[in-house]
């Protein structure tokens, strides 16, 4: 996986309540992404960042916030959780260098989160 | 609307045949086709990466082919093990953003004994 750990892997939590999942990389890799998985979807984009403090966001953002004050942390957090919000979370790091400028993108083993 | 489609959803095939996966896309410009694998319970996986100047990329006993003007790709797999039972996903790059990615839902491949 990369060098990336996800936690924790698995939670069950109620409706309303604050969540928080962590995304750690040992590699010092500037970019790393939050995805969300769901059946009969791609991977779709949550936020991402490019530095210590610079995030941006993704395709579904709504309902999420992030945090990265160290490069090696990304925490994604659901300030009020709902059931929508029931999905594996994947995290993901940008590692350069192929040819023609390409990156590539590796992947934590992901969080299972199930919102009740 | 910038959409990858895989086709079929999902295949079973015996072990030791060969299969071939499907993606069609409509992202424009486009920069690079990347083909993922996914095993139940992880994280996916790359494959190939392909930019549009290459047609053929081989993986051991996988092959992903491009055809940019169609906008078509394929996954062909040979002689399939058991430890080919996986999501195969398509995944394609804007070339605005190397960084962001459009996903394809996947293939869900089963090989049986």
Known sequence: DAGITQSPRHKVTETGTPVTLRCHQTENHRYMYWYRQDPGHGLRLIHYSYGVKDTDKGEVSDGY????????????????????????YFCAISVGGLAGGIYEQYFGPGTRLTVT | KNQVEQSPQSLIILEGKNCTLQCNYTVSPFSNLRWYK?????GPVSLTIMTFSENTKSNGRYTATLDADTKQSSLHITASQLSDSASYICVVSHMDSNYQLIWGAGTKLIIKP
């Open chain 2, 38 to 42: 996914q095993d139940t319970g992880r």
């Open chain 1, 65 to 88: 916030s992030v945090s990265r004050s160290k490069t090696e942390d990304f925490l994604l957090t659901l300030e009020s959780a709902t059931s929508s919000q029931t999905s594996v």
